[in-house]
């Protein structure tokens, strides 16, 4: 016995390979029939229908003129076992088997089938039956793994070769999306490694960023409170009088631009922490009422100076709350400072405290002169303010929100801004239930 293979005029890729495996020398005339070239221009036409059903298409390229076959019968079903493991190990894989079922003496058609699903997993095999001793149940239990199909004989040969190339193209469009799935894990792959390399870049620049900040903060606040220490001594005339009182009034200068510069450093250092997720929080209880009053009375003088009036008032039943002291006082002082600094003469800073919907608002409200939204959303930036020419009326670095913003949020809570230029702003402190005790 041996496999008859004859090959079409065909360009090699795309070319549907099939194998028959048919004991009866009629049908197998028929298979050849139905698989050469004068057959295929006729039956193009008909193909469209067959490929719409299957497909929902018939503007494929596939159609016409373009199917190719590469057909090789076999008469028994150990002949096409055999062929069909050479195909697979040459690469060169069958898209379809037809397999008659009966084929006496040999091997029948459901076991070569299910070897030959077993050689080739995205085999099509189709099961020509007339009828068949083997229950369906059965066939079904052991070619059940594959892409098998039934065919009922008596057949057309031209039903084969429509059927034929239409299992060809869906296995061709399988391997392609199986090829595109493997190139699209690769590109997953590729790219999250560039993605773990840029994130271990950036955690590293912004180390780096925090390191330098710590130490360049600590070195320029060494010679700063000596600058602050000394410029205090000799504005205060502690060892001895000064000749000239205006020495007296540069001292005490030096001294304000010191401690200003000072606190600078200190928020850019915070901030630097707290971007570097290094912020820890000292945990304290705390009076919400006094740590208004404390902050109201570091402002009183510029608001006494710019002539704004300040007043606060804390709702009854407002609880103790628990968290840093420190930097309590710290995002509220910048609110109420930057308040104070942004209202004009004869206008007023307030400061509530109420509990809503379980949560405190700290809410600091001025007169002054407010913000667009686009404004507002510049100013909680980083650095980001308002008006940043050179001739702006109002000092700072820009640090002073984002920083009130960032403490408020490593309590859990936030900080929101509502304003209206020319009318005023009110800038809100919302700490969770959890810190009320
Ligand atoms: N109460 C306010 N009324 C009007 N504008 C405000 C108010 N608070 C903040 N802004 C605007 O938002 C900008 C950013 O505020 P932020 O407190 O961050 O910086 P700053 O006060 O300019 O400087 P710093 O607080 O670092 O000394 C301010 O420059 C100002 O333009
Ligand atoms: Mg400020």
Partial sequence: MTAMSSSF???AMGACRVLVAEDDPTLQEEYRLAFTATTLAASAQEYRSLESDLFGSTTSAGVSGQMNFDLTICSQGEEAVHAMRVAAEAGRPYSVAFVDVRMPPGMDGITA?????DIDRSLNAVIVTGYSDIPRQEIHRRLGKGNFFYFQKPFLGDEFMQLAWALHRKREAERELQN????????????????????????????????FLANMSHELRTPLNAIIGFSDMIGCQLIGPI???RYVEYALDINGSAQHLLSIINDILDFSKIEAGEMQLQEDVMNVSHVISFCLRLVQHRATQGDIKLCSSVADGVPLIRGDERKIKQTLLNLVSNSVKFTPAGGSVSVTAAVRDGGLDIAVTDTGIGMSPDEMAHALEPFGQVDNSLSRKHDGTGLGLPLASALAELHGGSLSVQSEAGKGTTVTVRLPAERLL
Wanted: hydrophobic content about 40%; overall charge positive; charged content about 30%.
């Fill in 113 to 117: 089938a299910e070897r030959m699903i």
């Fill in 9 to 11: 005029p065909a360009s």
């Fill in 180 to 211: 595109s799935n493997v190139r699209l894990h690769e590109e997953v792959n590729r790219r999250t490694s560039e993605l773990v390399i840029a994130v271990k870049r950036a955690r590293a620049a912004s180390q780096a960023k925090t390191d």
């Fill in 243 to 245: 000749g000239n009182a």
